[in-house]
């Protein structure tokens, strides 16, 4: 399945506009957490500058998988 991951707060959305292709949703959560922590990794994910964003995974349909 083709998996979205947009990065939403409450003032702000920064949607993906490419997405990935997983196997299933355990893929896309595994995808989700690396994403963050290469993140955390290369200081791009200061935390007080993401406070209130969260991942949300959408299908290509736009139903939304988990945040």
């Known amino acids: 399945m ?3 991951f947009n990065l939403v707060s ?5 949607l ?3 997405g990935i292709e997983v196997a299933d949703i355990n893929e896309a959560r ?3 957490r690396e994403a963050v ?4 990794q290369e200081g791009v994910a200061e935390i007080a500058h993401w ?7 959408r ?8 945040t």
Not at 37 to 40: D, G, Q, W
């Open 51 to 57: 406070r209130g964003w969260e991942i949300e995974a």
């Open 16 to 18: 993906d506009g490419e």
């Open 2 to 4: 083709h998996c979205y």
């Open 37 to 40: 922590a290469e993140m955390v």
């Open 10 to 14: 409450s003032h702000k959305t920064i």
């Open 30 to 32: 595994a995808f989700a």
């Open 59 to 66: 299908d290509a349909s736009g139903a939304v998988l988990f």
